[in-house]
């Protein structure tokens, strides 16, 4: 017996709730987006998603505060909430998703070190946005990312506490 994939899971939750779901991924680069759109019909729940990868399109197309990346950086808990949120206004989705992080090797700091990622959620009940320390190489950190994500997508739709 194989054991179903969590992007499977994810969008079988996604049709059976009548869901919709947008994306705002940096340090994932759209690994995210792009592990939903391998799962055939998820046209119907899969609405779009930017790689913001850049303070500047963070601001100019995902809707983030400049104000909040100057007081928290965008690599902070208060950047990923208004990815998701911004995400979500933009495209018109029933959830959105934002990930901000550093996956390395470069850029770490003993205040933000490499492998800190900061993933939201947010929907109907709300925004909640789990700070996350992974371990590994750059991809093991994007992979890692977005396998916490799709948790985080699941736990959301099966009534998780928001």
């Not at 809707?63 to 990815?83: D, F, K, L």
């Not at 992979?143 to 009534?159: D, K, V």
């Amino acid at each position: 017996m194989t054991m179903k994939k969590l992007e499977e899971t994810a969008g079988q939750l996604l049709m059976a709730k009548h869901q919709t779901i947008a994306c705002a991924e940096s340090c994932t680069g759209g690994l995210l987006t792009s592990r939903l759109t391998d799962v055939p019909g998820s046209s119907a729940y899969v609405m779009g998603s930017v790689v913001s990868y850049t303070n500047p399109v963070k601001e100019r197309l995902v809707g983030v505060n400049p104000t909040t990346i100057a007081a928290h950086t965008e690599v902070s808990a208060e950047t990923a909430g208004e990815m998701a949120e911004g995400i979500r206004q933009l495209i018109g989705t029933d959830l959105g998703v934002g990930i901000t992080g550093l996956a390395g090797p470069g850029g770490g700091t003993k205040e933000r070190p490499v492998g800190v990622v900061f993933i939201a959620v947010a929907g109907s009940r709300g925004t909640k946005v789990c700070e996350n320390h992974f371990h590994g190489n750059r991809m093991a950190i994007k992979q890692q990312s977005a396998e916490m994500a799709l948790q985080m997508i699941i736990e959301y739709l099966s009534g998780g506490s928001f």
